[in-house]
């Protein structure tokens, strides 16, 4: 075995594990022609009323504005408006919007500084983006940087990206291999492989046609101006993406870097080769970092290195292998699977393996595949790959090689990637006065400013002011809470020079000795921001400058293209977007905590920021380590403390893998707090039983308090008494899934006896603390109050009895909002699992003061702690815990659960209630799930999945009558009746079902 380190523990501090999304990958690709568009390809078929308007967006210089000789402009025969005349003849019935915001003369860097005002804000669909003709007057590096910025932009907002290659230019021979305009073709082709965009290769076509012996003079009406006949060429290469045409010119391989030479060939296996290979749930093991941002060095590499570098290390001796099964073949179940895993690639290279290989293992495991082999070193780079054969008798090809690197020590400890820096640009720069500007970076996040600054004397200082708000034009200076503002002084030096700004710690989140997690070395200390108002500034500050202004944000890596969702309600839709974002912004401590006031994980946060992470990204070991801190790190409330269960059993059903069970196993089940159990069969914290011996048995220092809901003003009246309704739901719904823990293990006698605990605490909650003629629950045993808390938690847990489930949900809908943003994720699940869709959408979708619309309104672009500064005046504007609507529209509203651990088996139940059409894509670690549905004709409702290979889903629509009829691709089908629901089952691939209500 070859070791990376000889002194692993003396180079602790220089050397971390990471890797990030943007890198590219070794199995990066284009995005497949034939597939990519599919979504647009069936809007486009529609017709009225079933159709909507699909925008296509080309956004570049001169040749898309139509400039075919200077200074006539011929729009209606460049290629935007061609495309418009094409895909309208292959679509007679669809309703399209070909829009330019091409500006002749300009490049990259000027186009994405007005690319989020002047592009985005048109609602692309599709986003061609063509501006290699000008780059080269910036160089590729800029020019690089530039598309990065808009294609990382477009693709979270959702947009479909197709990249262009540039358009010939008479003073360069197009076969030219060393020319700059083929090289920012290579580019872009790179571009479009490392972010799976689409790529028209425009420059790929007429070098075609001068291979063929065309002459490229007659394509052009002037040096750099494509003619009509030039335009249309561009079309032929276009119009593939929108329709199932076959592309004119085909792009070679070689015009192709290696590790993407193999793009455009054609693959003879109906089962594909295995991607998304993991390590312990970590998929991107292979890449180096230089204090956050990408650089060129191997794992292998790292004993010559001297400079500060981050990568991932793997701290368990018996990792967990996990891998995406792909086939476009329907309702395709892997079978079996062979993992090889040497210490040296070549030896995989010739499928031989010195450390494990596991031959032929008959299974259907593709989540978390137990090491078997030789025993691991510490502080050694690994290599394995994986084939796998489905039901159909296929065998896969094997998989690209994978690479790893083990910890100085396997202590067990889940391993993480190191935090990531991003470079950042204002969105808009705005000047008050001379030599004063408001620079708005468009979003808050938490990060430090670096300036590129002129000055023309050594005694001027300028004067920095950092908000997360603003008023009356300028940074808000007293925001009031815990919203952030803070000053700063640079003094300047003569001359252009950059600056980077220290961001002081607070005595609160950031000093050694305090609970707070404190920011790594090579990040430096951050603050959250959204405003820069800069006085003293003598650098013209206009948005061609705005480079000169950086934010380096830090936040744990994060794939903004791994879920989308969109609907026809616009409100729904942006607070998706503000939860969507929350996950990313507030995980810049690589772990859950409760905002900028303290920095301190809570349990309370960490069980909707669980929930609200897995339905946007597939980063699940950032909530198993947050939630196994919290093991030996306990926070203070009671229902906290029981949240441990409910999260050890939500990693295991997202991610289908049982170490963590295994390993806190006894703390788990210490967790339930069966110790606090009195005669009456519940618990209390209040006769005596919080021992020492019992305080120890869950690791905690102090004394447990009932909690409720947080802030105490949100609590809706709630009466404490010794035994709490709240608690002791909890209290069931930790014995409940303790049971299924204990299954899982195969420890069959505790999981009978936890059952038994469970139904006997449900028993006696309906005894002591139901009101049967009101159809409640009182707060406690010892009071008439009712609250909404004391129904909404064991409506949730499935305490409530079915025949007063109605009752109970009468009385919930009649205390509204009752509870805080945290009570908010049992409220609404409870309400979605009883049924009621309608005020479940109502919540979600609402523009009263307690809502999620309400963050927005108030100017947060990430969630905040409480629904306004109303309510909790000293709130944070940065609180994962307000984000949970994020996850209710995914698991509640278009229904996607899982039903068997890993998503084996899981759930598709949208409930739309009066919702016209929506539709989702969420990670899952088996592979995307896409639904979409539409509801707008009243008793006709069509739903389309795309459901992952190796899974099966329990599809249940909603039904619209007693008597109806069900086709599933096209297919009639009877389905199964449960309740309001009709459930058939599906496979993997993509199906349409369509369901209608017959009157007679």
């Not at 895993?341 to 031959?359: I, R, V």
Request: with cysteine; hydrophobic share 35%; net charge neutral.
């Amino acid at each position: 075995m070859r070791k990376i380190f000889t002194k692993i523990d003396s180079m602790r501090n220089l050397i971390w594990i990471f890797f990030s999304f943007l890198c590219l990958p070794l199995h990066a690709q284009i995005a497949e022609r034939a597939t990519y568009l599919n979504d647009i390809k069936v809007e486009l078929t529609k017709q009225w009323p079933e159709n909507r308007t699909v925008n296509l967006v080309f956004h570049g210089h001169s040749v898309p504005s139509g400039y075919f000789k200077t200074p006539n402009v011929c729009t209606l025969n460049a290629y935007p408006q061609l495309v418009l005349q094409a895909v309208k003849e292959a679509y007679p019935y669809a309703v399209v919007n070909a829009i330019s915001t091409a500006i002749g003369g300009e490049n990259a860097e000027q186009g994405a500084v007005r690319f989020r005002q002047e592009v985005l804000t048109h609602r692309p669909d599709v986003l061609f983006i063509d501006y290699a003709l000008n780059d080269r007057s910036i160089g590729l590096e800029r020019a690089g940087t530039a598309w990065e910025t808009m294609i990382k932009e477009a693709l979270d907002a959702n947009v479909k990206v197709i990249l262009m290659t540039p358009t010939p230019d008479m003073t360069v021979d197009v076969l030219d291999g060393q020319s700059s305009l083929e090289k920012h073709a290579r580019q872009i082709r790179e571009l479009a492989a490392k972010y799976h965009t689409g790529l028209v290769d425009s420059y790929a076509a007429f070098q075609e046609k001068k291979r063929n012996g065309d002459d490229i003079e007659t394509y052009m009406s002037q040096v750099n101006h494509p003619n009509e006949k030039g335009h249309r060429t561009v079309v032929d290469s276009i119009i593939p993406w929108l329709t199932n045409e076959r592309e004119t010119a085909q792009i070679r391989p070689e015009q192709f870097p290696s590790k993407t030479a193999d793009i455009h060939q054609t693959n003879t296996y109906p089962l594909q080769a295995p991607s998304h290979l993991t390590t312990d749930m970590l998929e991107h093991t292979d890449r180096v970092f230089l204090d956050g941002y990408p650089s060129n060095i191997s794992l292998t590499e790292l004993g010559t290195a001297v400079e500060r570098y981050q990568l991932t290390e793997i701290r368990n001796g018996k990792p967990y292998l996990g891998w995406a099964v792909n086939s476009s073949r329907p309702n395709t179940l892997q079978t079996a699977y062979r993992i090889m895993l040497a210490s040296s690639p070549k030896l995989l290279d010739k499928n031989e393996a010195d450390l494990w290989d596991s031959d032929r293992t008959e299974s259907d495991n593709s989540v978390a595949v137990p090491y078997s082999g030789k025993p691991l070193q510490p502080s050694t780079v690994y290599y394995w790959k994986v084939k796998v054969w489905d039901n159909y008798g296929d065998e896969s090809p094997y998989s690209q090689v994978k690479c790893f690197a083990t910890a100085g020590k396997f202590d067990g400890v889940t391993a993480r990637y190191p935090l990531q820096i991003v470079d950042e640009y204002p969105s808009t720069i705005t000047p008050l006065a001379e030599n004063r500007f408001m620079v708005d970076f468009g979003n808050a996040s938490f990060g430090r400013l670096k300036l590129t600054l002129f000055s023309g004397k050594e005694t001027d200082t300028l004067v920095i002011h950092l908000g997360e708000s603003i008023k009356n034009g300028q940074v808000n200076r007293k925001p009031g809470g815990t919203v952030r503002y803070a000053e700063y002084r640079l003094p300047l030096m003569k001359g252009t020079h950059t600056y980077s700004l220290k961001i002081k710690p607070d005595k609160r989140n950031a000093t050694a000795g305090t609970a707070a997690i404190l920011m790594p070395d090579y990040t430096g200390e951050v603050l959250p921001f959204r405003y820069c108002e800069l006085e003293n500034c003598h650098t013209p500050l206009l948005h061609s400058a705005g480079h000169n202004i950086v934010r380096q944000t830090v936040y744990y890596p994060f794939d903004g293209t791994a879920s989308m969702f969109r609907s026809s309600d616009t409100v729904l839709n942006r607070v998706w977007e503000m939860c969507k974002y929350s996950v990313k912004a507030t995980s810049f401590p690589g772990i859950f905590v409760d905002g900028d006031r303290e920095r301190i994980p809570y349990e309370g946060d960490v069980v909707i920021g669980q929930l609200s992470r897995y339905v946007v990204d597939r980063r699940y070991e950032f909530s198993r380590f947050s939630y196994e801190y919290l093991v030996h790190n306990p926070t203070w409330p009671t229902e906290w403390n029981l949240q441990a269960v409910l999260l050890a059993w939500a990693d295991y059903m997202y991610t289908g893998n049982p170490v963590s069970l295994q390993k806190f196993y006894d703390d788990l089940k210490a967790k339930t707090l069966s110790g606090l159990t009195e005669s009456n069969g519940l618990i209390s914290t209040k006769t005596g039983k919080m021992t020492g011996d019992f305080l120890k048995s869950i690791h905690f220092r102090g004394s447990l308090g009932d909690i409720v809901d947080w802030p105490t003003g949100e609590r809706d009246g709630y009466v404490f008494t010794d035994y709490n309704t709240v608690v002791n739901a909890y209290h069931y719904q930790s014995l409940r899934l303790m049971s299924a823990i204990a299954g899982v293990l195969g420890k069959t006698q505790e999981q009978s006896q936890f059952a038994g605990d469970a139904q006997r605490v449900k028993n006696q909650m309906n005894k002591l603390l139901f009101d049967t003629e009101r159809g409640i629950y009182r707060d406690g045993t010892d009071t008439d109050h009712v609250s909404l808390h004391a129904s909404m938690y064991p409506l949730a847990f499935g305490i409530t009895p079915e025949k007063y489930r109605q009752k109970t949900l009468d009385f919930i809908r009649s205390r509204g909002l009752a509870c805080s943003v945290y009570g908010a994720q049992a409220l609404v699940d409870a309400v979605y699992d009883a049924g009621d869709a309608g005020y479940g959408l109502k919540l979600l979708s609402s523009t009263d003061e307690r809502s999620w619309y309400n963050m927005i309104r108030q100017g947060s672009t990430i969630a905040m702690e409480a629904w306004d500064d109303r309510f909790k005046p000293n709130q944070d504007w940065n609180h994962i815990w307000g984000a949970a609507a994020g996850n209710h529209i995914v698991r509640k509203l278009m229904g996607i659960e899982p039903i068997e651990p890993g998503f084996k088996k899981f759930r598709i139940k949208p409930q739309p209630a009066t919702l016209k059409h929506a539709e989702v894509k969420t990670p899952s670690i088996r592979g995307d799930i896409h639904v979409s549905f539409d509801n707008r004709n009243a008793g006709h409702f069509v739903l389309d999945v795309d459901i992952p290979a190796n899974t099966t889903a329990e599809i249940m629509l909603p039904k619209p009558s007693k008597k109806y009829s069900l086709t599933a691709d096209g297919i009639p089908q009877k389905g199964t009746v449960n309740g309001d629901f009709v459930t058939v089952e599906a496979g993997s691939g993509k199906h349409r079902l369509v369901i209608t209500g017959q009157t007679k």
